[in-house]
């Protein structure tokens, strides 16, 4: 029941309630997606970053969960910044969820990280294993203050 009043579509009839269910679904599985994909992407990254430093650097530490969780710090604090109210960036929901859930979420390690740190305390590396907690949280808590503030900075620079 339109009463009287043309849709912009012409066909005069007004979207019932399964059309605007149907809307909002489709705007969920659009945000689903994007994360789903930057998981992807994020997930391979840290593979690939992880691999790297472990041939690179040896088995001895967890270089690759430490960079990866220092640099996917920074980059969802650069992000958070760059794109929130005073930010340079005006991405949609969809694309502010796919690099930060998504990407950075794929990317960082810290179930990973938890698991190395579990299994250098049984293996009798206490030292290690403190070493490892103790350097990745503040590495992280740093990253993200220093992304947050870089950009934070940008955002303040002329247009």
């Not at 009043?5 to 809307?23: I, K, N, Q, T, Y």
């Not at 997606?33 to 472990?54: C, D, F, K, P």
């Not at 001895?60 to 910044?81: D, E, Q």
């Amino acid at each position: 029941m339109n009463r009287g009043v043309p849709e912009p579509d012409g066909s005069g009839a007004r979207p019932g309630r399964f059309a605007r269910v149907l809307a909002r679904v489709r705007a969920g599985l659009r945000l689903y997606l994007a994360v789903a994909l930057g998981s992807v992407i994020g997930g391979t990254l840290r593979w690939l970053a992880s691999e790297a430093l472990l041939h690179g650097l040896g088995p001895g530490f967890p270089w690759g969960t430490l960079f990866v969780n220092v640099t996917g710090s920074f980059a969802i604090g650069f992000y958070a910044a760059a794109t929130g109210p005073d930010g340079r960036l005006f991405p949609g929901p969809a694309q502010r969820q796919f690099v930060m859930a998504g990407i950075c979420g794929g990317y960082t390690t810290f179930s990973i990280f938890s698991l190395e740190t579990i299994r250098l305390l049984e293996a009798g590396a206490l030292r290690i294993a403190a070493l490892n907690v103790a350097v990745s949280v503040t590495l992280w808590l740093v990253a993200v203050w220093a992304g947050f503030a870089l950009a934070t900075r940008l955002n303040r620079l002329r247009r």
